[in-house]
């Protein structure tokens, strides 16, 4: 077994995906990583909007009172969306640019027992890139534990992290927060850390209540347990004021919020602070 970390990248979902792994040998390594990112490349085929044969796409043709059975993965992405709809008030929503082509969110259903989606109105045009590499993170972890990697860090595109164990003699991995990731760090083992922005892409985020883009902040970084929950999670931040997000986090005590206003970092939420660098 290596002290060292080995480091792999490959490209998925518009974005470049990294593995970090830790304590292991270089090539038991490398194949552990191409097994997870072979699987990136699975769920990318299944969840992008941008591929004409997804799942996704296939949702979108549906008219009302139309069902899709729906693959594992993609059900429980949805399944995941639903309960972070519910949880940040509507904030986050995979329908939220829909509201920009029809006049009212189209409404939808996940039947448990059938594994399959119901399209109840409008039109679904889903849009997972608040979630979609998030959820991709979590299952990828799933797969370095299931090759005895723990020590490992996953990120996509920058902006989307998830940890394991930490590497052996420190306390966590070495993650930041700000632009180019250098004004705040902190160390992380077994969290996910997510951020949304207006700096990369510009007004990009629209709050699915009204359709709206959303100007509310500059930044917000998020810090949970599961990399989709943090994506989603960043995301409403954007949208919800402050007396909002706290409510969020009341009902949520696991969960953490950094806000970027005016220049200046500023923590919501009761879970303890990673240790800062």
């Not at 939220?96 to 109105?121: G, I, M, V, Y």
Request: proline content about 4%; charged content about 20%; overall charge negative.
């Amino acid at each position: 077994m290596s002290d060292s970390i080995h480091v792999f990248n490959h490209n998925a979902m518009a974005t470049q995906f990294q593995v970090r792994i830790a304590g292991e040998e270089k090539t038991y390594a490398a194949q552990t990583a191409q097994a997870a990112s072979a699987l990136a490349d699975e769920l990318e085929s299944r969840l992008s909007r941008f591929r004409a044969n997804s799942e996704i796409s296939q949702i979108a043709q549906l008219v009302p009172g139309d069902k899709l059975r729906l693959s594992e993965p993609v059900f429980a992405c949805l399944r995941l969306a639903q309960r972070m709809e519910f949880a940040t008030r509507g904030a986050f929503s995979v329908t939220a640019s829909a509201l920009r082509h029809q006049p009212t969110k189209p409404l939808w259903a996940l039947l448990e027992n059938e594994f399959t989606l119901r399209c109840d109105s409008g039109r679904l045009e889903f849009d997972l890139g608040a979630i979609g590499k998030g959820f991709a993170l979590d299952r990828m972890a799933e797969v370095l534990r299931e090759w005895s990697c723990p020590a490992f860090m996953l990120v996509a595109g920058g902006s989307s992290i998830l940890t394991g164990d930490a590497p052996a003699g420190t306390v966590g991995w070495d993650c930041g927060l700000g632009e180019n990731n250098s004004s705040r760090r902190h160390w992380l083992a077994n969290v996910s850390l997510s951020g949304s922005g207006l700096a990369v892409k510009g007004e990009h985020i629209f709050d699915p209540r009204t359709g709206l883009a959303c100007l509310r902040r500059h930044r917000a970084w998020a810090l949970t347990t599961s990399a989709a929950e943090s994506d989603a999670l960043s995301t409403a931040c954007m949208i919800l004021d402050e007396t909002e997000i706290l409510d969020v986090l009341k009902r949520n005590a696991d969960w953490l919020v950094f806000l970027n206003e005016k220049n200046e970092w500023r923590q919501l939420g009761q879970r303890p602070v990673p240790p800062l660098v």
